[in-house]
Each structure stands twice: as C-alpha cells, then as structure tokens.
C-alpha cells in the first residue's frame, strides 16, 4: 500500500525544517511541501482551497468554523505564535504617549479580522480599556495599494472602518500623516528605514510583552494547521499522524537551538535569550496541543466574538479534529 501523497503550504521556519528536509517524516504520508509566505498561503487556502495541507490563520480559520464553510479542520500544531506589542506603530507627532492616547485616532490594518490585529485590539481593550469603537480603522495594503479582506465579515454597527484610497498604501498614508498609526503583523517600511516621525507605541516592547505574559500567561497563537476535510473523511488518521510528526520537527527544531556550540540561528545574545524565554515561560514556552493552550485559545475566542468576526463564541474543541484532543501515554 503506497502511502498518501498530499501538498503541504507552510512557512520556512526552523520548527518546521526538519519536516521539510526529510530528518522527520509523517506516519503514511509522501508530502509535496511548499514554502510560502503566510498571506500567500492564507489568500490561496481561504479563496481557493488549493493545498490539502496548509499553515492557517488562527482568525480566518475562526471565521469560517463559525460561518460552517470551514474546507478544512485544524491540528493543534501553532506553528506561529507572537506577542505583539512590536506590532503597534504611531506618528508621534500626534500626542501619542499611550495606549490611551489611541482613542479618536486613525489606525491602519492590512485586514480587519486578521490574527495578529484580534489580538491587539483585545490587548489594548483588556488592559487599557481602548475598545475597537474608539478608534476609526482604514483598511489596506501595508505596503502595496488595493489589498483585499481575504474573507468578508460583518462588523458590529458602531466599529468605524474606511478603505484606504485605492491607489494608496498604508505605509504610504503613514508618512504623509494621512493615519496616525498602524498595527499589524509586519512593520511598515518607514519604520524599518528608520522614518523620524513613525515609532513604536511600546518603546520597550520586550518589557510589556514581558508583563503581559506574567499576568496572562498568554503567549499569543497567531497560526493553527489545517487539513482538508474531504480528506479526513476518508484518511481519519491522518490529523494525529500531522500533529505526531509537527510535534517531533519542533523538538528536534529546539534541541539544535539549545546546542550553542555553534549557533544555529545568525543572530548573537541566541543563548541568553533562550534562557530569559525559559525562566520567564517554562522549559515549553512554544507549546502545541490543545491541553496547554486551552486558555489562550479560549481568550483569543472570546475577543474574536466580542470584535464581532465570530457570529457566536466558539468552543476550542469546534477547532479541532477530535482525535488530537488527546494522546497516548505509556
């Protein structure tokens, strides 16, 4: 019997290289891999449905459960997770010293309902009580004009949100003061180019993603794993072979990352900062699984429905096949 062949979208992240490579294999399955960025997977899995395997959206793939137009059912396997008080940035020549100082504002998002922006604006309301209500959102392009929402929502009636010109980009309204800040999962360019007037609201963001983890203990789940449905129904297996085999690839990803006699990773400062990320968050500070994620999960459900993207509060077992809601002991 030969085994499954199916087509697997994922980012090129050293938690997932030793799948890529072939130092871990998946349980029945001979893998067609392909190394994407993750807004080209998301457009092509949420429009098209293109890949029987895929890195997804933790709110896209929300959107869809809820609306019961999901093609695919997810594994427990967050092969991205973020803090993202780095992913807030202002002009700050607009008395900008604060959270606070947001309200009444014009902020930029690449798309309403994406991950990293459901998290954001659930930070700023939880813990410096800035509701989605008090800011006016225009939605666009970070850097290149006409993006468009991947999947169509209906927000509440008081959420004010306005498409950016059709020909402008939110990088560009930026600059040119047209948006006093920006959140989002990638930094604008003018930020990265070192832009006098664009900063980040966090001066220390390190520090106040610190913080939040000590009184949450939430360290943000930014994408699941999904696997087309038509596929499960006919391959039952296959969800728990996905999370067995994406569980090893991370191990291994992080037993080379302890091995400091030479760096696995071009960056200095790699092993101090491992062990700030221990002390500060256990020895299995980017864990997968449902069990261990519960709580972060169910937040990030919570501030979905309550942004109004989620037409009803999910439970975290409608996001997951039932068979990697559990695992065998020896």
Not at 94 to 119: F, H, M, N, S
Not at 199 to 222: G, H, V, W
């Amino acid at each position: 019997m030969s085994n499954l062949r199916l087509s697997i979208a994922i980012g090129d992240y050293d938690r997932n290289r030793p799948l890529i490579d072939g130092a871990v294999q998946i349980d029945g399955v001979d893998p067609v891999f392909m190394k994407l960025v993750p807004e080209e997977i998301f457009f092509r899995a949420f429009r098209h449905a293109e890949f029987d395997v895929c890195e997804a959206s933790l709110s896209s793939f929300t959107v869809k459960t809820a609306q019961g137009t999901n093609p695919y059912v997810g594994v427990p396997a967050f092969l991205s997770r973020a803090f993202r008080h780095t992913g807030i940035f202002i002009r700050n020549d607009r008395g900008i010293a604060r959270p606070e100082d947001l309200r009444g504002k014009r902020i930029g998002c690449p798309e309403y309902q994406l991950t990293a922006c459901v998290w954001i604006r659930a930070m700023l309301e939880d813990d410096y009580g800035v509701k989605p209500s008090d800011v006016t959102w225009v939605r666009g392009g970070i850097e290149q004009a006409g993006r468009a929402e991947k999947i169509s929502v209906a927000l509440p009636a008081e959420i004010r949100l306005e498409q950016a010109p059709a020909d402008r980009s939110l990088n560009q309204m930026l600059v040119d003061g047209d948006i006093d800040g920006f959140i989002g999962p990638r930094s604008p360019s003018s930020f990265d180019a070192g832009h006098p007037k664009v900063a980040r609201l966090f001066p220390e963001p390190t520090a106040a993603a610190s913080d939040y983890y000590q009184r949450t203990k939430i360290f943000p789940i930014m994408h699941v794993l999904g696997v087309r449905q038509s596929i499960v129904e006919q391959q039952p297996w296959l969800p728990a072979a996905l999370l067995k085999a994406f569980e090893q690839s991370k191990a291994l990803a992080l037993a080379k990352l302890g091995d400091t006699s030479a760096t696995k990773v071009t960056l200095p400062f790699i092993e101090e900062q491992l062990q700030a990320a221990r002390e500060l968050m256990g020895s299995d500070f980017w864990s997968y699984g449902v069990g261990p994620n519960r709580h972060v999960l169910d937040a990030f459900l919570k501030a979905h429905h309550r942004q109004g993207l989620s037409s009803r509060q999910l439970k975290v077992e409608e996001l997951f096949h039932s068979s990697t809601l559990e695992a065998f002991k020896i």
